[in-house]
């Protein structure tokens, strides 16, 4: 296990919900690669972590998806993000980490 | 058929052997039968019955069962009745094959009376309407969903603290049925309005929160240990549609 998997990268705390943590969620899909920001309690979504511009759920029926793919944030090809991700999206100096 | 063998050895062999001595074996078989009981009482013996000498019944089995009988009749309180019909479950599974005859299966159900058949609810308040759907009283459904794999999951972390996470964590006094009655009743009162209640739609989704008396629960996490875990009486509910996407208290 790698030791980067034990740490919670996250942005800041939620402002909708007030007890999730704004973390960077990645979507690998069709061989691209799709970074954004997810709330680990209401599910409220960014486009990235200045969290200027709310990606919105498309319905109540529906699971928030994916803005590229438009699977579910759950699903099987999503995971949050590790430090390299993170980097790789240029996010790095946005974030904070935090031992699991 | 070998139990039939040996009792016509025996009348054999006592045809064989003088009257006088066969007339004191019998009264002797007759006097174990009488006083096993009684002796084995006294005692502690564990000295085998005649039929189980014969063959028809186990001896190692009926010293067992006792046991469990006695625990049966002085035991009133619930948990008390619970544990006792636990101790005859495990008992039956250590058993030998005598546990597994239909005839034990009685025992086992005797211990149940006067306690509350089992609630078919799940956590005792949601009614399950579809494949790893649940439905509360209040209308809300706690379906498969979130990182934990299903809602019910998600918000069972609120019933502990998490002291190393960062920021809030609000975190439930209670157990998970209690949880959820408190989730319905704050979801109730704050769709319709009632009063210390509040309705925030968001994109997708609507967060209600609701006060209660007294509180329910504690801050956690970093921030919470911080202020030394004061108490909270608000409870926030995010819900999408009428499915529960989080629930937990907060300040």
């Given at each position: 296990m790698n030791s980067q998997d034990s740490k919670i990268i996250y942005v800041e705390s939620c402002p909708i919900c007030g007890d999730g943590l704004c973390?960077?969620?990645?979507?690998?899909?069709?061989?691209?690669?799709?970074?954004?920001?997810?709330?680990?309690?209401?599910?409220?979504?960014?486009?990235?972590?200045?969290?200027?511009?709310?990606?919105?759920?498309?319905?109540?029926?529906?699971?928030?998806?994916?803005?590229?793919?438009?699977?579910?944030?759950?699903?099987?090809?999503?995971?949050?993000?590790?430090?390299?991700?993170?980097?790789?999206?240029?996010?790095f100096d946005r974030v904070q980490m935090v031992d699991e | 058929m070998v139990q039939k063998q040996r009792q016509d050895a025996a009348i054999n062999a006592l045809r064989m052997i003088p009257t006088k001595w066969a007339v004191i074996i019998v009264v002797a078989i007759i006097g174990y039968v009488l006083l096993q009981p009684q002796v084995n009482k006294w005692f502690g013996w564990s000295l085998p019955s005649v039929a189980s000498l014969v063959g028809d019944e186990k001896p190692t089995s009926k010293t067992k069962q006792e046991k469990p009988n006695s625990v049966e009749k002085t035991s009133t309180p619930k948990s008390d009745s619970k544990q006792s019909q636990a101790a005859v479950e495990k008992k039956s599974d250590?058993?030998?094959?005598?546990?597994?005859?239909?005839?034990?299966?009685?025992?086992?159900?005797?211990?149940q009376v006067g306690a509350e058949p089992p609630s078919e609810k799940f956590h005792g308040i949601l009614v399950e309407i579809g494949r790893n759907r649940f439905e509360s009283p209040a209308g809300l459904v706690y379906g498969p969903g979130s990182e934990e794999g299903h809602r019910l999951k998600h918000?069972?972390?609120?019933?502990?603290?998490?002291?190393?996470?960062?920021?809030?964590?609000g975190v439930f006094d209670g157990d998970m049925h209690a949880f959820l009655v408190a989730i319905d009743d704050a979801y109730s009162r704050a769709k319709s309005g009632g009063k210390g209640t509040k309705k925030i739609p968001d994109q997708g989704s609507t967060i209600y929160e609701a006060s209660f008396a007294k509180p329910i629960g504690f801050l956690g996490g970093q921030e919470g240990g911080r202020k030394r875990q004061p108490p909270l009486k608000k409870l926030r509910v995010v819900v999408r549609g009428n499915s529960v996407i989080t629930a937990f208290p907060f300040q």
């Open positions: 973390r960077v969620r990645i979507c690998v899909s069709n061989q691209m690669v799709t970074g954004f920001i997810l709330c680990d309690e209401c599910e409220a979504m960014w486009t990235d972590p200045f969290m200027q511009e709310r990606i919105p759920t498309i319905s109540e029926e529906t699971e928030p998806q994916c803005p590229n793919c438009e699977q579910s944030i759950w699903g099987k090809n999503t995971h949050w993000a590790n430090i390299g991700e993170v980097c790789l999206l240029g996010w | 250590q058993d030998d094959s005598r546990s597994k005859t239909p005839t034990a299966q009685p025992r086992v159900s005797d211990q918000i069972e972390r609120h019933l502990e603290d998490q002291p190393k996470r960062p920021g809030l964590h």
